[in-house]
């Protein structure tokens, strides 16, 4: 029989990623026939634009193994398509093709013995990344009442705290979970911080492509290029997380060298290459071809639509909800209904998902997942899921916002059902909060 010797004692320790557990298990209750709200997951359900669904289909003989680094052309492609929407400059040596951002920034972990540290709140597989390469992770402070902004101050007295020589920032803008963005005045202190302090910065800008406001995207690389790697990929714009394809973008000095070398040797010693039908169908992705940055900037309308309208039905109930800058997230908080959540024996944020989950339908995550203190009531609603269940939901309401539907139109309960029932849900929700108070 097994020892429970035998195995890594720090799995034990975490459990499966949140995000992808509660997809499951709401696919599972569906799949029952029962009704759920899924505001628990993440994921762009737009078609697959044509244009790659052809160039998909037409490289699916290419069955070779491709260099660990990624296809030389398409290596050539993403330096010239950050460059130009980035406005910095960045040549192919810097580029590396991956598995999905996720797996390279946790390459890039591996690589480096460095602490990490993370804006509050963060996405829910960093941490635990360092947990099982046993390096340590710190959460920089943050404020719910200042909408979990980073503070420089805050970010300076995290890295006092550490003792470890080798520090490591990894910054998510626009924010899963927050949907905020990172301001350029920000960004300069940042980089001058940790310029000052040798931090290496990890930029994930996998939703940049999805800035409501198209043009107020910034990279920390701006202000600190010689220190930073930038990490994106296809999943969230293009709608293609299942495609698993991600880069990074070393720093343009001899750290990134250094960095390159080492994923290389770290790639070819674990995923090898990215499948390469993928990596040929991407050179249409990087293209920069009109007709595809047409369907970004629509699809990206689209989300900042649907997102703004369910964020304006929430504060209209008085949930505390934080600007949304990007992305499909909103963080709402429910620190304001706390007597009459404990009433019902809720007093953290794994005990609201909870709650909410078993007696409205509605699937959501706890803030304790996203590194924010499991008594604040945060929790993460993602919106891009409602009323984009089904295979054939997403080109509906994409075509209807391309006859013109205006905001007001688009969010129409006969065009947004399930958004108007779950919004009708939560306010059933908090009349019962404020139903208990009338009661005493």
Not at 100 to 122: H, M, N, R, V, W
Not at 169 to 193: C, F, H, M, R, W
């Amino acid at each position: 029989m097994l020892k429970n010797q035998l195995f890594n004692p720090v799995f034990s320790e975490l459990s499966p990623s949140s995000t992808l557990y509660i997809n499951e298990t709401v696919n599972a209750k569906w799949s029952q026939g029962e009704q759920v709200f899924h505001m628990g997951f993440g994921e762009s359900r737009f078609d697959v634009h044509p244009i790659l669904q052809r160039a998909l289909a037409q490289h699916a003989d290419k069955k070779s193994y491709l260099p660990a680094r990624g296809l030389p052309p398409l290596c050539e492609q993403v330096a010239t398509y950050y460059q130009t929407k980035l406005g910095i400059e960045f040549g192919a040596p810097q580029v590396m093709v991956g598995p999905g951002s996720k797996l390279l920034i946790y390459g890039l972990q591996t690589i480096l013995d460095a602490d990490l540290f993370l804006p509050t709140p963060s996405w829910v597989s960093y941490a635990p990344q360092a947990t099982i390469l046993g390096r340590r992770a710190h959460y920089i402070s943050a404020d719910i009442q200042d909408d979990y902004r980073l503070h420089p101050g805050a970010l300076e007295e995290a890295l006092l705290a550490s003792d470890n020589p080798n520090k490591l920032l990894l910054l998510n803008s626009p924010n899963n979970p927050s949907g905020g963005a990172l301001d350029a005045g920000l960004l300069q202190e940042v980089a001058g911080i940790c310029r000052a302090n040798d931090v290496i910065v990890l930029s994930d800008e996998i939703y940049f492509q999805l800035c409501f406001n198209r043009d107020s995207h910034i990279s920390i690389a701006s202000y600190y290029p010689e220190g930073t790697a930038v990490l994106g990929g296809l999943s969230k714009h293009l709608s293609l997380g299942g495609w698993r394809l991600g880069v990074a973008l070393m720093p343009g000095s001899p750290l990134g060298e250094e960095l390159m070398q080492r994923m290389v040797v770290f790639a070819s010693e674990t995923w090898s290459s990215v499948a390469a039908p993928v990596q040929y169908a991407a050179l249409q992705a990087y293209g920069l071809s009109d007709e595809i940055e047409d369907y970004v900037r629509d699809c990206c309308n689209i989300h900042a639509i649907r997102t703004r309208h369910i964020r304006r039905g929430l504060q209209a109930l008085g949930i505390h909800c934080c600007p949304v800058e990007g992305a499909f997230y909103i963080a709402a908080n429910f620190d304001e209904f706390r007597a009459g959540l404990a009433r019902k024996g809720v007093h953290t944020s794994s005990d609201l998902s909870r709650y909410l989950l078993q007696k409205h339908a509605i699937a959501s995550l706890p803030g304790i997942d996203f590194g924010i203190a499991e008594q604040q009531l945060t929790l993460r609603l993602s919106t891009s899921y409602l009323d984009m269940e089904s295979a054939a939901d997403p080109d509906r309401i994409y075509q209807l916002y391309r006859r013109g539907a205006d905001d007001e139109q688009l969010m129409a309960q006969q065009h947004h059902p399930v958004t108007a029932a779950a919004l009708s849900t939560f306010a059933e929700f908090i009349a019962s909060l404020e139903g208990d108070e009338q009661k005493l």
